[in-house]
C-alpha cells in the first residue's frame, strides 16, 4: 500500500473516528470503499498499532465494494454494554448475558446485510436507547435534531454531544495537518 493510499484511509478514519480515536466515545462504524486486499492490509495493521490504546479495529461486513470498519475501544464498549437499559434493549435482539462483546460483535456482523443495518447496531455505537427506540418506532422521521444520529430525546443533550464530537475531529485534523501520523495524533 502506498503512503499516499495510507493517509488517504487515515483520514477518512480519522474523520469518522475521531471521538473514539480520542477516547470520548465507545464506538464508531466507518464505510470504506478500498479493495479486499488493501483493506486487509490497512486492518492488520490498524489493529496492531490501535491494540495499544485498547482499541480495536474488526471488520463487520464487507460487500461489493465496501468495507465497513468497527473501531472501540473495548473498556467502554464493555461498559457501555453492561447498563441495564442497553442490556434489555440487546436482549429484545437476541444478546444475552453470557455473551462477551466478542460474541456481541460476530453476532451483529452476522445480521448485517449489504446496504441495511440491524436497529441494535446503534446500541453498538453509543447511541442512547431511547432514540434508538425512537429512530424505530418513527421510521426514522420526526426526530427532533439529526446530527451524529437521529435524536428523539433530550435534544439539548445531544447536541452538546454533538459539539463535542465536533470539537474531536478538529482537534485531530488539526494535529495530523502539522504532520503528524495518525497514531501519534491520537496519543
Known sequence: MSEVERRSIDSVLAFHSAPTLLGV????????????????????????????????????????????????????????????????????????????????????AGRMDCGSFPHEIGAF????????????SNSGKNCLLCGYWKVYENAEKAQRTFDEYDRCRAILFDRLNRGLDLFQAVK
Open 25 to 108: 466515545k465507545c464506538a464508531n462504524l466507518i464505510s470504506f470503499d478500498r479493495n479486499e486486499r488493501t483493506m486487509a492490509e490497512y486492518l492488520h495493521e490498524l489493529a496492531e498499532k490501535l491494540s495499544a490504546s485498547g482499541l480495536c479495529a474488526v471488520q463487520l461486513c464487507r460487500c461489493r465494494a465496501r468495507t465497513l470498519v468497527y473501531i472501540y475501544n473495548s473498556k467502554m464498549l464493555e461498559a457501555w454494554l453492561d447498563m441495564p437499559q442497553v442490556r434489555d434493549f440487546l436482549a429484545e435482539y437476541g444478546y444475552t448475558d453470557d455473551m462477551s462483546t466478542d460474541e456481541k460483535l460476530q453476532r451483529l
Open 125 to 136: 455505537l453509543g447511541y442512547p436507547v431511547g432514540d434508538i427506540r425512537g429512530f424505530i
